[in-house]
Nanobody, 115 residues
Framework: QVQLVESGGGLAQPGGSLRLSCAAS????????MGWYRQAPGKQRELVAT???????IYADSVKGRFTISRDNAKNTVYLQMNNLQPEDTAVYFCNQDRLTGHYWGKGTLVTVSS
């Protein structure tokens, strides 16, 4: 019913950049808050950034000034632009859609930051 498909992960060097995309299926994409979460090895999933239907954003302190979340409602897509990547950013990044029926998740895309 609801599908979220992430893409754009890969290997980056410290200081490099990547842009993640999340393509969402289903109706009423524009009304839902979307988010990016990540899970690093040995750690719990944590919030990276969220964006509301109106464009308001929230960022984890660890990524402020480096990451930017955005959305294109015409394309049913949310993005995460990641700049100045650091090894600590290495994780599987998950796309999330907040609906009344629950939170929906993609399968994730792996981001590895290493020299």
């Amino acid at each position: 019913q609801v599908q979220l498909v992430e893409s754009g992960g890969g290997l980056a060097q410290p200081g490099g950049s990547l842009r993640l995309s999340c393509a969402a299926s289903g109706s009423f994409f524009s009304i839902y808050t979307m988010g990016w979460y990540r899970q690093a090895p040995g750690k719990q999933r944590e919030l990276v950034a969220t964006i509301t239907s109106g464009g308001s954003t929230i960022y984890a302190d660890s990524v402020k000034g480096r990451f930017t979340i955005s959305r294109d409602n015409a394309k049913n897509t949310v993005y995460l632009q990641m700049n100045n990547l650091q090894p600590e950013d290495t994780a599987v990044y998950f796309c999330n859609q907040d609906r009344l029926t629950g939170h929906y998740w993609g399968k994730g895309t792996l981001v590895t930051v290493s020299s």
